[in-house]
């Protein structure tokens, strides 16, 4: 089973920036689908941005589209999430989540993903 760790979360002001990144141990990390989801205290997990194992077909949640930035490096078998802008209605958990989709998706939701990270905490307060 394939494993992922997710850094890069803390605290920052409305408006301000935060990049995350994951790290993943599959070998064939490449070939798959990645992606985040935060979920925020009494609310369901969501999705927030996914990125195709070349890099292209890249979706956004449309509450983070136009600030968030997604990306991914394969020759370090990780993934970030670059935040700008950020809002008070951003704070949540993030996760890294890794499935086994190599084609092109139009959606991702939290039933393809086949394992997850534990989280990094994101808290943008004044």
């Known amino acids: 089973q394939a494993q992922v760790a997710e850094s890069g979360g803390g605290t920052v002001q409305p408006g301000g920036s935060l990049k995350l990144s994951c790290v993943s141990s599959?070998?064939?990390?490449?070939?798959?689908?990645m992606g985040w989801f935060r979920q925020a205290p009494g609310k369901e997990r969501e999705f927030v941005a996914g990125?195709?194992?070349?890099?292209?077909?890249?979706l956004y949640s449309d509450y983070v589209k136009g600030r968030f930035t997604i990306s991914r490096d394969n020759s370090k078998n990780a993934i970030f999430l670059e935040m700008n802008s950020l809002k008070p209605e951003d704070t949540a958990v993030y996760y890294c989540?890794?499935?086994?989709?190599?084609?092109?998706?139009?959606?991702?939701?939290?039933?393809?993903?086949?394992?997850w990270g534990r989280g990094t905490q994101v808290t943008v307060s004044s």
């Open positions: 599959r070998q064939t990390f490449a070939f798959y689908y």
């Open positions: 990125i195709g194992g070349s890099g292209s077909n890249i």
């Open positions: 989540a890794g499935t086994n989709i190599a084609g092109h998706i139009n959606i991702l939701d939290r039933s393809q993903v086949a394992y």
